[in-house]
């Protein structure tokens, strides 16, 4: 009722960021994965037959799977999640991108880590700032041999706002290139 109810004043130059997500990091179970689908399913029922101008829907790296089969990791890389998150983000991609009455672009963004204001110490950049400002040792797994590409999230939003402006159809990897 409430996605329907934000739908009932969009039209065809209305574009949605779908961002609502239970996190892998808030919890990654069954019951996680089924509400993440539930809440794709749910406003695609409520935008049906609306004149959208687009759909932007921010998904996650976790479809690829850890570790990736593959690196770099690239848009064609073949998705194999394994966590209940990433078969969720990986579900709701494809509802969306094969639903038969979407008539607007939909545009995928595949976000790796997001660091920056606002993630209150969650994110691995986080945590290791507000280790390093309290003058305590970092913890690096695998030795610190592991690397990753994470995303500053003012990044994120210019990306954003790039596909606002540039509406487009497609699957796209959010990263800087660099680890």
Same mark, same amino acid.
């Given at each position: 009722?409430? =996605? ?5 004043? +969009? ?5 949605? &960021?779908?961002?609502?997500?239970? !996190?892998? %990091? ?60 990433? =078969? ?5 991609? +494809? ?5 038969? &009455?979407?008539?607007?672009?939909? !545009?995928? %963004? ?70």
């Amino acid at each position: 009722a409430q =996605v329907e109810a934000g739908l009932r004043v +969009a039209d065809d130059r209305t574009s949605i &960021v779908f961002a609502s997500d239970i !996190t892998r %990091l808030a919890e990654d179970s069954w019951e996680a994965l089924v509400k993440n689908i539930t809440m794709v399913h749910q406003f695609l029922a409520a935008a049906k037959n609306r004149p959208l101008g687009s759909v932007i829907f921010l998904s996650s790296a976790d479809v690829y799977g850890m570790p990736p089969s593959e690196l770099p990791i690239r848009e064609t890389t073949p998705p194999r999640p394994n966590c209940c998150h990433g =078969v969720s983000k990986l579900s709701g991609e +494809a509802i969306l991108m094969m639903d038969p &009455v979407r008539q607007w672009p939909c !545009t995928v %963004l595949r976000l790796p880590g997001v660091y920056g204001m606002g993630d209150r110490g969650r994110s691995v950049i986080g945590q290791f700032v507000e280790r390093i400002s309290r003058h305590q040792p970092l913890r690096l797994t695998a030795g610190g041999t592991s690397l990753r590409d994470y995303v500053e999230v003012g990044d994120v939003c210019r990306v954003i706002q790039y596909f606002l402006r540039h509406s487009n159809t497609g699957i796209f990897n959010v990263a800087t290139g660099e680890s």
